[in-house]
């Protein structure tokens, strides 16, 4: 499918957004974030954080998970880099910017793989999710929390019209649950886990895949 958000863009956006993101977005995604974790140190192990952002999320994992993070945005990641210096985060064992498409880790590299609103705010989210599941150990699960578009309805119209606005913000608010069902029935080798409604209105949802 053709790329209708690219990288430079949304690095460029994550960039404006670096100085204010956790204020804007701390609460609201607070439910998400701490559910996908709660499933993630269920799992234990050496997980991967795409989208890690400005480390947000860091502090709330246990400290016997192992921890790899990594973002698009410099400035996102440096703000990360300050508070694991902060808090003693010794359980992060890297921070680095990376493309979520081509993740430069070994295939079958991890317990599980959490991305937290990124799916929406990537170029290609199908080759995207097929490099999270490469990066995956076999049993192992990608754990997703985003928005997912509305099917019809007052909503699926006020996304349509807010789309080319929120890509230059970077990302799609339109992104519809079929490519995430096309996507699984192609690539073969997933098995959907749960999908769960999450804060604000149920708008958004935790989904879970697991690797054959």
């Not at 209708?4 to 956790?22: F, N």
């Not at 430069?104 to 991890?110: E, L, M, Q, R, W």
Request: charge should be positive; glycine fraction near 8%; hydrophobic fraction near 45%.
């Amino acid at each position: 499918m053709a790329a209708d958000i690219d990288r430079a863009g949304v690095a460029k956006a994550y960039e404006r957004w670096a100085p204010v993101y956790d204020l804007v977005f701390g609460k609201v995604f607070e439910e998400g974030r701490k559910s996908t974790i709660a499933e993630a140190d269920r799992i234990g192990g050496r997980i991967l954080d795409v989208g890690v952002g400005t480390g947000l999320s860091l502090s709330d994992y246990s400290s016997t998970t192992k921890l790899c993070g990594v973002d698009i945005s410099e400035p996102m990641l440096r703000k990360a880099q300050s508070r694991v210096r902060a808090l003693g985060l010794h359980n992060v064992e890297t921070l680095a910017v990376m493309d979520a498409k081509n993740l430069a880790f070994g295939d079958s590299s991890f317990e599980a793989v959490v991305a937290q609103y990124v799916i929406t705010a990537v170029p290609d989210p199908e080759a995207t999710l097929d490099d999270f599941i490469r990066v995956l150990k076999p049993g192992g699960e990608l754990i997703l929390v985003n928005h997912i578009g509305a099917e019809s309805g007052p909503r699926r119209v006020f996304e349509l019209a807010f789309a080319p606005l929120a890509r230059r913000l970077g990302w799609r608010p339109e992104f519809a649950w079929a490519r995430l069902t096309n996507w699984a029935a192609k690539h073969g080798g997933v098995t959907l886990a749960e999908r769960r409604p999450m804060p604000p209105m149920g708008h958004f949802s935790l989904i879970r895949y697991r690797k054959s």
